[in-house]
């Protein structure tokens, strides 16, 4: 059950678009599409912001979009904003029937 | 609105026990898929057990399988996490979460979160 590989920090400024990557194996993102996204303010609990790899909650912005290709997840922020800088973290089904999430990545807006 | 209201944190020694619950309301809970997460202070979420609608399938991460007992109480709307032997690494907030209704199965995501309750181990 090791954490999926996601990158420290990403950052953009406003208005850009930024691709946060996260990188399993086919026993995880790679065999499944239960693959989901979280925005994480400081101090707060986890909002889901993308599930089953590109389908977004009603009420989150569609600036954030998901897809997969092989064993990489990604998660895009378009038209970057302010109140977009958070931890955000991906998370997948496993075949061991267990879920696992990813080290996490701070997105900063410059 | 949904709503889940964790509580039962503390501070507990090293091989010690705590029990966790978590109250749901607005929502159908025996028709829910619900989750435990936790996140060790400055770190990222891990997640730790999730059990079905009716409280027969149940799932664990290695790192507690054998040690914790996730339950639930439908008449009660509340969900349990029982925590044995306790470690250093428990030291947590642990986050209970309801996932999207996918039938009475698991959907492998969570829509809604409590606000946490923090669990500190001495050792």
């Known amino acids: 059950q090791s954490a999926l590989t996601q990158p420290a920090s990403v950052s953009g400024s406003p208005g850009q678009s930024i691709t946060i990557s996260c990188t399993g194996t086919?026993?995880?993102?790679?065999?499944?599409?239960?693959v989901s996204w979280y925005q994480q303010h400081p101090g707060k609990a986890p909002k889901l912001m993308i599930y089953?790899?590109?389908n977004r909650p009603s009420g989150v912005s569609d600036r954030f979009s998901g897809s997969k290709s092989g064993n990489t997840a990604s998660l895009t922020i378009s038209g970057l904003q302010a109140e977009d800088e958070a931890d955000y973290y991906c998370?997948?089904?496993?075949?061991?029937?267990?879920?696992?999430f990813g080290t996490g990545t701070r997105v900063t807006v410059l | 609105d949904v709503q889940l209201l964790e509580s039962g944190g503390g501070l507990v020694q090293s091989g010690g026990s705590l029990r966790l619950s978590c109250v749901a309301s607005?929502?159908?809970?025996?028709?829910?898929?619900v989750t435990w997460v936790r996140q060790a202070p400055g770190r990222g979420l891990e997640w730790v057990s999730l059990?079905?609608?009716?409280?027969?399938?149940?799932y664990y991460a290695d790192s507690v399988k054998g040690r914790f007992t996730i339950s639930r109480d439908n008449s009660k709307n509340t969900l349990y996490l029982q925590m044995n032997s306790l470690r250093a690494e428990d030291t947590a907030i642990y986050y209970c979460?309801?996932?999207?209704?996918?039938?009475?199965?698991?959907?492998?995501?969570?829509?809604?979160w409590g606000q946490g309750t923090l669990v500190t181990v001495s050792s």
């Open positions: 998370s997948s089904y496993t075949s061991s029937d267990t879920l696992v």
């Open positions: 059990i079905d609608g009716s409280g027969g399938t149940k």
């Open positions: 086919s026993s995880d993102v790679g065999g499944y599409n239960f």
């Open positions: 607005g929502f159908s809970f025996n028709n829910y898929v």
């Open positions: 089953y790899v590109s």
């Open positions: 979460g309801r996932e999207d209704y996918c039938s009475g199965t698991s959907c492998y995501h969570v829509e809604y």
